[in-house]
């Protein structure tokens, strides 16, 4: 059969009509017209991308029965989804047509019209002699699971659980402890406004517990996560027995293992844990959160206190976010327990994100607290008395005394993470923390469809943040996991033919995705096709030539190539 | 005599630097019509195979353009991409063609400038080393 390739140059009004010349175009591309093999028809329109153009092209196809289509137009960024709509209206494989950018690459940067049209028709002949190469391709439709698995039940966990489960959609809350709710339930008073954590905290437990659609497993772990995005085998096992197990499906993972502290006997400077009376934040929160009181350890209350910020942060190399507010917080409690202490607290930075912080700061120093910006900082111990010798930003040195100190010590990825980031084959940046699938544009993604993170796992966050991620995966998860509905996924992908397979496993090496896997019976390597992105690294690096990117065969770039430099 | 118009041809990964071409296009900058973009999915899916091919059939230079370390879209592709490009100049070295007229350039998607000005630079070295002797004198 000979192939019939329609080709339509888009005026896209004045855009491309004003800065080539399409009537020079339509005459030297209908000249490559070598029937009966080679039948090209090439017409022009004045705004493919309308309604009444799209219209326009489906017709065409149907009319002059087209084998292919080139569209010279705008970028593949704008229309190019839109025009494979088009193909699929008509009986025309949406792979089988190609859109070349005469716009951006031709009109809009080349000030000469007839060098602008020169390219133009290269680019065109480049697009021809492509799409001529292309092979037609099938989306497939999968089945899709609504469940979803959500690891670490902290506030985040708990929240994402709750904005997920429903009647038609299962939520398995796994948590590694023997309680959930997390490092919330260790705070006495939650910011900005100073309630009690119970009230909130309490309230969100309840309902998970009470919620028949979420089933939640304490003292668990997961011990295989396999699959993809629609479609994840799990099996979990409980820390204490490790023969019960539980095996179940799901369609989406949600990461929300949170933070731990950074240990402050790691820097030795700081006292802790060999001079008496420095405490962590967190301690002092639980001591206030159980016994409603602060002391020293000689049982009395402290007269004077010095609070440490930024313990940890050039070690760690961020800024943890949270400290500042919370260390004004215990400022506060200690004023609030006896209003006479003296209250000195030492920064690096201060870090007031957001938009309740500053008033909060400012009321705490109001409040009679000293700050302090320190270039180093050390405590030490002479006799029974403590003092904090420090560094001001000026050079100066200068040292008080404190009968009770308290550290803010860095927020770090909780203990374990390395081990779910293998389990499911996501990363951790260099901070440890789980990397994101873009840190500005997509946050709570990651490299794996279908794995999402939330709360402190990305970063450390406060309560509302947590909250915020935890609603937003609400969201992604319920417009892409429909019960009922159908998944589709990515056609342009890899395949590794068997017959040139060598087995050499080069490609899984560099596979970012782990979409291959060594079928050791065939000897062969073999692309998970529900898991490959397309990306075709493991088609440059086959050595055999057994790996091809589908619609990016190398064929199909060395014809579009060849052409383009004729 | 007609000025000499060299045949650049750029590998671009879709998601950064073709991007980046894109806004060069719609920032309106100017580059010279030599510069001939071929788009992929990721600058990994480069064979060296193509650069050679690209310069033994018509090209006076090749260009690859991929996302900045760390960005890329497939998290590690360029990577893959910078060793290829070390390996590829040591061929054409090997080999006796001309490694200067390769390039390998980060530009992200919001650097349509950066685009433009690589563009201009590119061609005019390729320019300053006149046509490229390999082409069409090599078969492979």
Redesign the interface.
Known sequence: MSDRIGVYVCECGPNIADKVDIKRILTEISDLNEPPEKIIIAKKHKLLCSKEGQDFLAGEIIENELTHLVIAAC???DHDITFMNVCKRTDLNPYLYKLV?I??????????KD??T??AI??IR?GISRVTYQSPLTEKELDSIPDVLVIGAGIAGIEASLSLAGEKRKVYLVEKTSSIGGNVTRFEKILPHQGTNLDIIQEKIKTVQENENIKVFTETEVEKAIGFFGNFEITLKNIQDEEQKKEFKVGAIVVATGFNLFNPEKIPRYGYGKIEDIYTSMEIEESNSKTGKILLKSGKPPKSAALIHCVGREEKGYCSRVCCNYMFKIAQYLKEKTPAIKITEFYQDLCLPNKADQEFYVDTKNKGVDFICFKDIAVKQKDKDKFIEYTKMDGKKEKISAEMIILAPAIEPAVGSKDIAELLNI?LDETGFFQEAHQKLNPIAT?IDGVFIVGSAQNPKNIPDSMMDAQAVGGKILTQLIPGVKLVPEV?ISEISDAFCTGCQTCLS?C??GAIYFDEDRNISVVNEAIC?????C???CPSGAAH?KH?T?LQ??Q???E??? | MKEYKPKIVCFLCKWCTSAGADLAGTSRLKYPASILPIRVMCSSRIDPMFVVKAFLNGADGVFIGGCHPGDCHYHEGNYHTRRRFAMLTKVFDTLGLDSKRLKLSWISASEGTKFAKVSNEYTEKIKSYGENPSKWNVFL
């Open positions: 970028s593949p960024r950018n716009r951006e690459h031709c009109a809009w940067i080349i000030p000469d060098e602008a020169e390219k290269q680019y480049a990363s490299s342009i560099v970012s995705y992105r397309g990306c075709g690294n088609v440059a690096s990117a990016f190398s770039i060395y579009e190539v060849l383009a430099i004729r």
